[in-house]
């Protein structure tokens, strides 16, 4: 199947700080990926798509100065949550869809974050 | 918007008994998805279902949308530790954006 990896797959930061999240396709190119962030024992909660060569569509609520979303490639998606605070603390995770035509997203396997 | 709630939010079943969980969308489905994330882990994705009343099964998988595609159901049969985490449907209408349903957790006692 298809595979997306995120790095870091762990990361501490201080409060005030930037931190960037990378989302890779490693064996398919992907024109549109996701971002979701997940809340301990929730659900998924759709952030952003993120889409080659142009903006990205933020969901309503998601602050676009915070979450910035860059897709400079077909392979490559970054999110860099800006001057982070303790609340933005959760596990971001991409995702991708390989074959339009099914629609199976492909989950690379998580960021956890936590500002202290 | 879109909202997708699932029932019942947590499950605990002995070994060898049925378990279903159940997800009911605030709008009309062109599609529902169903991942299972295991503890730690990230959501892989088991199954889709597209058309109207669609029944799919894997092994003891069994899967279903409404006539409405408004909602839809996992069923597994005999419950295996192995079956232990959170099982999400995800919806979809009519883009390749999808949003998650709000999980059932899932514990299977030995």
């Known amino acids: 199947g298809a595979v997306v990896s995120q790095h870091p797959s762990r990361v501490i930061c201080k409060s005030g700080t930037s931190v960037k999240i990378e989302c890779r396709s490693l064996?398919?190119?992907?024109?549109?990926m996701f971002w979701y962030r997940q809340f301990p024992k929730q659900s998924l909660m759709l952030m952003a798509t993120?889409?080659?060569?142009?903006?990205?569509?933020?969901e309503q609520g998601v602050e676009k100065d915070k979450f910035l979303i860059n897709h400079a490639s077909l392979t490559l998606s970054t999110l860099t949550v800006t001057s982070a605070h303790p609340e933005d603390s959760s596990f971001y995770i991409c995702?991708?869809?390989?074959?339009?035509?099914?629609?199976?997203?492909?989950f690379g396997e998580g960021s956890r974050l936590t500002v202290l | 918007g879109q909202q997708v709630m699932q029932i019942p939010q947590y499950q605990h079943v002995q070994e060898g008994e049925d378990f279903t969980t159940y997800c009911n969308s605030s709008?009309?489905?062109?599609?529902i998805q169903w991942y299972k994330q295991r503890p730690g882990g990230h959501p892989v994705f088991l199954i889709q279902?597209?058309?109207?009343?669609e029944v799919k099964k894997q092994k003891r998988l069994t899967f279903q949308f409404g006539e409405a595609k408004k909602n839809s159901s996992l069923h597994i049969t005999a419950t295996q530790t192995t079956d232990v985490g959170t099982y999400f449907c995800?919806?979809?209408?009519?883009?390749?954006?999808?949003?998650f349903g709000t999980g059932t957790r899932l514990k299977v006692l030995a």
């Open positions: 709008t009309t489905l062109s599609n």
């Open positions: 993120s889409n080659e060569g142009s903006k990205a569509t933020y």
């Open positions: 995800a919806g979809s209408s009519g883009t390749y954006k999808y949003i």
């Open positions: 064996d398919f190119q992907a024109t549109t």
């Open positions: 995702s991708a869809i390989p074959q339009l035509n099914t629609g199976e997203l492909f």
């Open positions: 279902l597209v058309k109207s009343g």
